[in-house]
């Protein structure tokens, strides 16, 4: 037993160490071309090494020649493993000089391997040398053969790969690496082929270091590498603790987070999650599982929902509530995306979901508020408009009356005439019909009501408003002119509270022509569709206008000029028209008097 | 009881008020004529001719007490009577102070305006 004998069976061991690690890294790990390279590479070192060994213990000619030709494959494998682990760890390098190089090296060897006479190395005879420690080993003389300088040039081309790659990496950035792997290298691949000629020249007097030179490439390589398996880790240990973090945010703001996966239809949903469908940890969910928990009437809509998502629209987006045993109904709102896979086919949805049912309450409430405040509003409105009002009823009435009596004076004459009583009833009908919808209209107004999202007729919503406002104004010897084409499109809306809003800037305006002494006291409304998707309609008096420092201030609630005003007309207007999502605004035309101007979304339904 | 040569002018924008009290009047046989506005009755040629004028206070366009100014200040003096579907006191106050044959509201009773017209002609025929 000598320092020999200890020192080669080290290496094979240490590069098989390396070896077995990597591959179980390469296993593991998404980028593992380089790691499968590094292993071939290290199991190569550790043949070399062996062989090595087996010759400096070799007592005949032709056991060196076995090894020297057996040599061939762990250098090949070697070479081409290092250009690979090159390439596809620097991920750049010049692919010609890495396929000739490895072309030339493997014809080499290949002739080395196969030829009976000397290809590229070849003993002729053995020497016992004497080397410190006093040990002796077995120095073959070796000669060259006619494929050497072709392997020299094999080897010299795969340097020169590598020192490309090394370039271009260093002036990518990665100037440690390119350093560390590429010079390393190249400088241990011209060390240990010109150490190997100068033994088999004869220059100098030592084992061959072939096997010390590749493992120290093997180090070099294994030392960037576990560099990468360490960011690995690291990135893990953040990843962990992010994801704790995500969990505790998660927690903190009651937010669910689930994913389905398709192909199982299992569904993974976390702790808050489950809370919120009442669902056991250990209990297994599935879609389903899911939709029992759905409220009935909402589940049609996430069925929808979700096949929407999964046909092509991959967002998933829907607010539905929930029937479960101990909450019962909760409003839920869940958001959700498809993630495809490889042949772009839907493999799972993953998405979070809240509990909205605070917010669904209290939306809920604040439009109960403005339904009651609107109405509010509306019963104010009609108490101005009352005595004008009783003149609208008034009309059928009187008429009603006068031809009551018409009928009685016709039915005392001998002969009566029929005809004209005939015309007289008809008369009445119509009449009493006439009184009939006024009240019906009275009634739509004061009657408490939530806002419904229905088509409404520009052109019939101005008749309807006409119908309610010309006896005040015609009282107030105000001119009303409604302008409006009949093609003007429908708008979406309520039709009541949208008559409310009419009404109110048509008062408003009478109001405000009630104090000057224009001798032509005139309020226009006109609705137009010149803005793309929108209705507008407008409402001008004739007056003073509004003053410009009051401009602002209009909408503002408790905000009036009138002596008896309450100021909550214009703001509920506002109210109203934004809640139909439109625009209020005021201004005074160039000529002089107030201009109202609000705009109503058309509905797209109807617009043909 | 009746009087054949009496035409009494009724104006009133509302179309069933008009027709409704014109037959009134045919059926208490009286000659009516119908107007729906102020302006329509003085574009009328012969709207000085009239016994007697039922005219409605709240017209569109020149109300009926301007059209009762305007006939006064052309020296027309046919009796007026004014129906009215807004009685207010102000508008009560005008009307008298204007000076007219009769005050009603559109819903009085018609035989009340009947007699007014009535009233109002044979004082003057004679």
């Known amino acids: 037993m000598n320092w020999m004998t200890v020192i080669w069976p080290m290496m094979i061991a240490a590069c098989l160490t ?7 890294i390469a ?22 090494t062996a062989m090595e060994l087996a010759i400096l213990r070799a007592q005949t000619v032709e056991e060196v020649n076995l090894w020297l030709r057996w040599s061939s494959v762990p250098l090949v494998v070697m070479v081409s493993c290092v250009t690979g682990f090159v390439g596809s ?23 080395n391997f196969l030829s009976d006479t000397p290809a590229v190395r070849h003993a002729t005879g053995l020497q016992q040398v004497e080397t410190f420690g006093g040990v002796w080993f077995t120095k073959p003389d070796v000669v060259e053969g006619p494929w050497s300088p072709v392997e020299i040039a094999g080897v010299a081309l795969v340097i020169g790969f590598v020192l490309e790659a090394s370039r271009t990496l260093w002036r ?22 010109g150490h190997a000629i100068m033994v088999e020249r004869g220059i100098v007097q030592t084992p061959y270091f072939v096997g010390f030179a590749f493992l120290a490439v093997l180090v070099a390589m294994g030392h960037e590498l576990s560099d990468e398996v360490f960011r690995a880790a690291q990135l893990s240990r953040d990843l962990s603790e992010s994801e704790r973090r995500m969990d505790l945010a998660a927690h903190a703001a009651k937010l669910g987070f689930w994913t389905w996966d398709l192909k199982s239809d299992e569904i993974w949903a976390n702790e808050t999650a489950r809370e919120l469908f009442e669902v056991p940890a250990n209990e297994k969910v599935d879609f389903s599982r899911f939709m029992l928990a759905v409220h009935p009437e909402d589940r049609d809509g996430v069925q929808k929902a979700v096949e929407e998502a999964l046909a092509g629209g991959l967002a998933y987006e829907r607010e539905y509530r929930t029937m479960l045993n101990h909450a019962g109904n909760r409003w839920i709102a869940a958001r959700g995306r498809v993630e495809l896979g490889p042949g772009g086919k839907p493999v799972l949805m993953r998405g979070v979901l809240m509990d909205i049912t605070a917010q669904k309450q209290s939306e809920y409430e604040l439009q109960q508020l403005r339904g009651q405040l609107a109405h509010a509003g509306r019963v104010s409105m009609m108490g101005q408009l009352a005595s004008a009002l009783a003149h609208e009823l ?27 009583v005939r015309a007289i009833i008809a008369d009445i009908r119509k009449d009493d019909q006439r009184a009939g919808d006024v009240i019906d209209r009275l009634r739509a107004l004061l009657k408490r009501r939530d806002i419904e999202s229905r088509s409404v007729s520009v052109v019939q919503l101005l008749d309807e408003v006409l119908a309610l406002i010309r006896a005040d104004a015609a009282a107030r010897g105000v001119k009303l002119t409604v302008s409006c084409d009949s093609d003007i499109p429908s708008v979406r809306g309520d039709r009541v509270h949208l008559q409310q809003v009419l009404i109110n800037l048509i008062i408003n305006a009478m109001d405000a022509l009630s104090d000057t002494c224009t001798p032509e006291r005139k309020v226009t409304v006109s609705a137009d569709a010149s803005k793309t998707g929108f209705v507008e309609v407008t409402v001008s008096d004739n007056g003073q206008g509004i003053p410009p420092e009051k401009l602002q201030n209009v909408f503002d609630p408790f ?5 008896h005003g309450m100021g909550m007309g214009l703001p509920i207007s506002r109210t109203i028209i934004e809640a139909h999502g439109g625009k209020i605004t005021a201004g005074n035309h160039k000529n002089g008097g107030a201009v109202f101007r609000f705009t109503l979304p058309v509905d797209e339904q109807q617009e043909v | 009881m009746t009087n054949p040569d009496i035409h009494i002018a009724v104006v009133d924008d509302d179309e069933s008020l008009c027709r409704s009290m014109s037959r009134l009047l045919r059926a208490a046989n009286f000659w009516p004529t119908a107007y729906t ?46 129906i009215t579907a ?18 009603f509201r559109k819903t009085d009773s018609g035989s009340a305006v009947l007699s007014a017209i009535r009233g109002a002609t044979s004082g003057h025929k004679s």
């Open chain 1, 89 to 111: 760890f620097f991920r750049t390098g010049k692919a010609w000089l890495a396929v000739s190089g490895n072309c030339l090296m493997a014809s080499a060897e290949a002739a």
């Open chain 2, 86 to 103: 807004h009685d207010a006191p102000e508008v009560r106050t005008q009307a008298e102070s204007a000076g007219c044959a009769g005050y």
């Open chain 1, 27 to 48: 296993m593991g790990d998404v980028r593992r071309l380089p790691h499968v390279f590094f292993f071939f590479s290290a199991l190569a070192v550790a043949a070399v």
């Open chain 1, 172 to 193: 990518a950035g990665g100037q440690k690496r390119a350093v560390i792997v590429g010079g390393s290298i190249a400088f241990f691949f011209l060390f240990s082929r």
């Open chain 2, 37 to 82: 506005s102020a302006e329509d009755f003085l574009a009328d040629e012969g709207h000085s001719n009239y016994d007697c004028i039922v005219l409605d206070i709240q017209l569109e366009g020149m109300s009926g007490l301007e059209l009762h100014e305007k006939l006064v200040t052309k020296g027309i003096d046919t009796p007026v009577i004014f």
């Open chain 1, 559 to 563: 905000f009036t000029t009138k002596p």
């Open chain 1, 394 to 420: 008034n009309q059928p009435l009187g008429a009603i009356l006068r031809n009551a009596e018409a009928a009685e004076l016709f039915m005392q004459a001998d002969v009566p005439n029929l005809e004209e």
């Open chain 1, 18 to 24: 390396l070896a077995l690690i990597n591959l179980r």
